[in-house]
């Protein structure tokens, strides 16, 4: 039974419990129970009715399976559901976040339930304005058993060679899970050594099962603070039905994970999510996007006043129209690169721009190679340049660079995990 079809059946049972008491009462008590039952059916058939826009049943499919297959062709999620996703993603603690996107509950043998989250439940959970996997909500979960989880059919990820859908044959997502693939997904390429170090405790160039359990609950933000340790969590983490943990160091946790095999788990990772993301945008399969739809990707979420972003894209629509040259998959994810490197840019962008006259667009194409390790292409930066350009003088300024590039992190929740090094004053 999905979340909604469970609200939409207490609904039903408000609505008899309702009726029946009208038959008890006198008439002056009628009238109070015929609003209740009123009431309660409409609250069950307007949720029934929201269902329908998220979360529609595949033609053929079984009930029980109606969680799974999400966004049925044609549905599409509305924009009260993306805006309420947008401030959970961008305003709450990672838990909260976790517990509104996550769509499914582990029971144990003695019934002890574990909130977990579907693959495509993580994508949408990083991704503002989602649209393929958007969330429903805490506190009304598909309940599954262990049993159950081997049969459970997950809606699955797009892409090919998908490490979410290996992730997903494994098992499921746990809250340390998230928390690991969140700080994995923003710490920039240059410090992906960083991080490994943190999980290889005993210094011995390989990660095993038991230092990824301790640090991964370190790092897992709980109620009143992060996590603690003992062999209680220990035992639970190692047992649990991790999907990561399992396609990591296997089922029996006796393997273990080098700094390459680390390395690429960043890649793959970050891979598919930048091409879930361009997916968004390249609807017909093409391969490449507008320079206005790049644009709108930017300008997401950021806190710039909706003339003022109007503005920006006119001047990017006059030059580029839609049937302009567009901007391929490899020039999105350079540029996607830049932006999760977080204050590497700003740094960059500070360290050419001492004077604060701001930088050329050959000072800007250098800074976004340094920090992305990719050669940025001439049409991108130059559409970033005209995007950000205000006055047309051929400089931009941190002034305008700052609500776009630089905090454009923060919606997906990056800020709140990544990798933070200090080194006296400096601060990374």
């Given at each position: 039974m999905s979340r909604w079809q469970a609200v939409f059946k207490h609904g039903r049972a408000l609505s008899t419990r309702s009726t029946n008491k009208r038959a008890e009462q006198d008439n002056s008590g009628s009238m109070g129970a015929v609003v209740g039952c009123v009431s309660a059916a409409a609250l069950g058939y307007k949720l029934y009715s929201e269902k329908e826009k998220y979360l529609v049943q595949a033609k053929g499919a079984e009930v029980t399976q109606e969680k799974y297959l999400v966004q049925a062709k044609g549905a599409e999620v509305t924009y009260e559901q993306k805006s309420f996703d947008n401030r959970i993603r961008q305003y709450n603690t990672p838990d909260m976040v976790f517990n509104h996107f996550a769509s499914l509950q582990m029971v144990d043998k003695t019934g002890i339930k574990t909130t977990m989250m579907s693959p495509l439940d993580f994508f949408g959970a990083i991704t503002p304005d989602c649209s393929i996997h958007p969330g429903a909500g805490s506190g009304v979960y598909e309940e599954i058993s262990d049993e159950k989880l081997k049969t459970l059919r997950l809606d699955k990820s797009p892409v090919e060679g998908s490490i979410l859908n290996?992730?997903?044959?494994?098992?499921?997502?746990?809250?340390?899970?998230?928390?690991?693939?969140?700080?994995?997904?923003?710490?920039?390429?240059?410090?992906?050594?960083?991080?490994?170090?943190?999980?290889?405790?005993?210094?011995?160039?390989?990660?095993?099962?038991?230092?990824?359990?301790?640090?991964?609950?370190?790092?897992?933000?709980?109620?009143?603070?992060?996590?603690?340790?003992?062999?209680?969590?220990?035992?639970?983490?190692?047992?649990?039905?991790?999907?990561?943990?399992?396609?990591?160091?296997?089922?029996?946790?006796?393997?273990?994970?080098?700094?390459?095999?680390?390395?690429?788990?960043?890649?793959?990772?970050?891979?598919?999510?930048?091409?879930?993301?361009?997916?968004?945008?390249?609807?017909?399969?093409?391969?490449?996007?507008?320079?206005?739809?790049?644009?709108?990707?930017?300008?997401?979420?950021?806190?710039?006043?909706?003339?003022?972003?109007?503005?920006?894209?006119?001047?990017?629509?006059?030059?580029?129209?839609?049937?302009?040259?567009?901007?391929?998959?490899?020039?999105?994810?350079?540029?996607?690169?830049?932006?999760?490197?977080?204050?590497?840019?700003?740094?960059?962008l500070f360290f050419l721009d001492v004077e604060n006259i701001g930088v050329d667009l050959e000072e800007f194409r250098k800074v976004a190679s340094w920090v992305s390790h990719n050669e940025l292409s001439p049409h991108t930066a130059e559409v970033v340049f005209v995007l950000l350009d205000d006055a047309g003088e051929g400089r931009i300024h941190k002034e305008s660079v700052g609500p776009v590039l630089f905090d454009w992190r923060k919606p997906r929740g990056y800020d709140k995990s990544s990798i933070h090094v200090q080194l006296g004053q400096l601060e990374i």
């Open positions: 290996e992730i997903g044959k494994n098992g499921l997502i746990s809250y340390a899970d998230y928390c690991f693939l969140l700080s994995l997904l923003s710490t920039p390429i240059r410090f992906v050594d960083t991080a490994f170090n943190l999980f290889d405790l005993t210094g011995d160039e390989k990660i095993n099962a038991k230092e990824f359990a301790y640090v991964s609950t370190k790092m897992s933000h709980k109620l009143g603070g992060f996590g603690t340790y003992t062999d209680v969590d220990q035992s639970a983490i190692l047992a649990s039905n991790s999907g990561l943990l399992n396609y990591l160091f296997g089922k029996d946790r006796s393997k273990c994970i080098s700094r390459d095999e680390f390395r690429m788990l960043h890649k793959n990772l970050l891979d598919e999510i930048i091409q879930l993301e361009f997916n968004e945008f390249d609807k017909e399969k093409t391969g490449s996007i507008s320079e206005g739809d790049f644009c709108r990707f930017l300008l997401n979420r950021t806190r710039i006043p909706p003339s003022q972003k109007a503005k920006m894209l006119k001047r990017v629509d006059n030059i580029w129209p839609k049937k302009a040259r567009g901007i391929s998959f490899p020039s999105f994810k350079n540029f996607f690169l830049v932006l999760a490197s977080g204050t590497e840019l700003e740094r960059g």
